[in-house]
Nanobody, 117 residues
Framework: QVQLVESGGGFVQPGGSLRLSCAASRNIFGTHVMGWYRQAPGKERELVATITSGGSTNYADSVKGRFTISRDNAKNTVYLQMNSLKPEDTAVYHC???????????WGQGTQVTVSS
């Protein structure tokens, strides 16, 4: 079992920055693909970024060049650095861990990001 706890969301103006954190209850980076999803009201859930056990990263086109996913193995924590934020980035952001093989998913509770002037 894995527990994920997100933090770092908040209210920012367009062009601002936030760093989201996802703390895992144990070290899982060697066996799980880590990702960030977001969902805005009335919209479908969107995969924002992923990082594999090997360190490969992928980003949605809408955030490429602005967001960076990273991890700190010593702290069992995954980060999403969000720069040049736009109102369209407003959503609840969820951390996700995917266990390769069985196909299990673990989800954090979500953290709200609001970008508005």
């Amino acid at each position: 079992q894995v527990q994920l706890v997100e933090s770092g969301g908040g209210f920012v103006q367009p062009g601002g920055s936030l760093r989201l954190s996802c703390a895992a209850s144990r070290n899982i980076f060697g066996t799980h693909v880590m990702g960030w999803y977001r969902q805005a009201p009335g919209k479908e859930r969107e995969l924002v970024a992923t990082i594999t056990s090997g360190g490969s990263t992928n980003y949605a086109d809408s955030v490429k060049g602005r967001f960076t996913i990273s991890r700190d193995n010593a702290k069992n924590t995954v980060y999403l650095q969000m720069n040049s934020l736009k109102p369209e980035d407003t959503a609840v952001y969820h951390c996700n861990a995917f266990l390769v093989g069985p196909g299990w998913h673990y989800w954090g509770q979500g953290t709200q990001v609001t970008v508005s002037s």
